[in-house]
């Protein structure tokens, strides 16, 4: 290896780890403030978020879509799976993998047949989860702690979805956020993928495309 490219991979390091700090910066800051929330607050703005994500043409023309099970203090997507679910849709939630850091889309028929799964999140029991691959997916609705309307994101840290939106090139991305997520500018580095769309209790804003 020769000088110049030590030097650029010192440099990358460097940078990643400065990211790092910000993220954990950010992320703390913004967890705060979510958890700082009442139920009613949450709930109307879900509310509002399940509205404009039901008449999206994205949505409406999506066959497959990913959601996701919500942890209490998140943008609440039980309404909006029920409503896929009754509009005839292929449903699928993040179904965590043996290995760490990596999931998959399993199907689902309903809420009742899911367990706490390694995170304390719910998802299909393992002999009965039926896997999707990635890149069957029509749209995908991305969790998140914050986004920015460049479509960057900060999650929980592990990269679970960075991982999985690289196989899953097809869907059409979509983070949701309460207006305490939204930053003027989420840190990124060289592996973190942008959202195509952030969708708010007040607007569906077009983002940049794909990885940063």
């Known amino acids: 290896m020769n000088k110049r490219m030590k030097h650029y991979n010192?440099?990358?390091?460097v940078k990643n780890d400065l990211v790092a700090i910000e993220k954990k910066r950010l992320r703390a800051e913004?967890?705060?403030?979510?958890r700082a929330l009442s139920k009613t607050a949450i709930a109307c703005e879900?509310?509002?978020?399940?509205?404009?994500?039901?008449?999206?043409?994205?949505y409406r023309a999506a066959r497959t879509v990913m959601l996701f099970v919500s942890m209490p203090d998140e943008v609440d997507m039980e309404q909006l799976i029920w409503h896929?679910?009754?509009?005839?849709?292929?449903?699928?939630?993040p179904y965590l993998s043996?290995?760490?850091g990596d999931m998959e889309a399993a199907r689902i028929s309903g809420l009742n047949e899911l367990v706490a799964g390694r995170l304390g999140i719910r998802e299909p029991k393992k002999e009965e989860a039926m896997l999707v691959p990635p890149d069957s997916l029509d749209l995908i609705i991305v969790p998140g702690v914050a986004y920015d309307f460049a479509g960057r994101r900060c999650g929980m840290g592990a990269g679970y979805y960075d991982r999985?939106?690289?196989?899953a090139r097809n869907a059409v991305w979509a983070?949701?956020?309460?207006?305490?997520?939204?930053?003027?500018k989420v840190p990124c580095d060289e592996h973190d993928y942008a959202v195509q769309?952030?969708?708010?209790?007040?607007?569906?804003r077009k983002c940049g495309e794909g990885k940063m």
């Not at 769309?197 to 569906?204: F, G, H, L, R, T």
Request: aromatic fraction near 10%.
């Open 10 to 13: 010192w440099v990358l390091a």
């Open 30 to 34: 913004v967890l705060a403030l979510r």
């Open 46 to 58: 879900s509310e509002h978020i399940t509205r404009q994500i039901c008449t999206w043409a994205y």
């Open 84 to 93: 896929a679910l009754r509009s005839g849709k292929i449903v699928c939630i």
């Open 98 to 100: 043996e290995r760490y």
């Open 164 to 167: 999985f939106l690289r196989r």
């Open 175 to 184: 983070g949701v956020a309460l207006q305490c997520q939204l930053v003027s």
């Open 197 to 204: 769309y952030v969708i708010s209790s007040k607007e569906i």
